[in-house]
């Protein structure tokens, strides 16, 4: 149960730190055009992004699936800029087509997971059982994303109730400012 608690722990520490801000300005751009009131919405988004992270996540760890680390650093923020563009787009507050973004988390997570693999392959080293550790890394990558949408929601709260911005001209601010960094990363990433 300990080896559970050290793989929750790395989990969360991983999504949080800020030195790996690529994860958290996805999961800030994922959430962005919500509000509060469609909790169940972002906790099914923000799953379907753990899933496909977990997915491929294990197979790398379990050298199922071996893609180039050089790709993988340059798709993340590839992903983030497409789902801020998404946000961009997007003509009203209420978010169109859910299901296309719902799959579009599923599909960017797979692309994230890889991006997690070689830390938590590092850490794992030679263990021959590692199901109990891939789930408590996992967890602890699913509370510390939830724990960010917490965070941009509380914000957009604050920004959108209390000192009265405009909820479209919030999101595009915020959105702008994500997409301007997740270009300069894949600019800076670009494999060839």
């Known amino acids: ?10 989990g969360f520490y991983h999504i949080t730190d800020w030195k790996g801000y690529d994860h958290i300005l996805f999961i800030m751009a994922l959430c962005l055009p919500y509000f509060a ?3 169940k919405k972002i906790l099914v988004l923000v799953t379907a992004f753990t899933i496909g992270h977990s997915v491929t996540l294990a197979l790398s760890v379990f050298d199922a699936i071996l893609i180039s680390s050089k790709w993988i650093e340059f798709l993340i923020p590839v992903t983030i800029l497409l789902t801020s563009l998404g946000n961009i787009l997007q003509k009203k507050e209420t978010v169109h087509q859910p299901k296309l973004r719902y799959i579009a988390a599923l599909l960017f997570g797979c692309i994230h997971g890889l991006g997690f693999s070689n830390y938590l392959k590092s850490m794992l080293g030679k263990s021959e059982t590692i199901v109990t550790q891939l789930l408590a890394f996992n967890l602890g990558l699913e509370i510390g994303q939830l724990l960010i949408v917490a965070a941009v929601l509380l914000v957009a709260f604050v920004f959108i109730q209390v000192f009265n911005v405009l909820r479209r001209e919030w999101m595009l601010f915020v959105t702008g400012g994500i997409a301007a960094l997740s270009l300069v990363m894949a600019l800076d990433r670009i494999p060839f």
């Open 1 to 10: 149960m300990e080896d559970f608690g050290f793989y929750l722990r790395e």
């Open 37 to 39: 009131k469609d909790w």
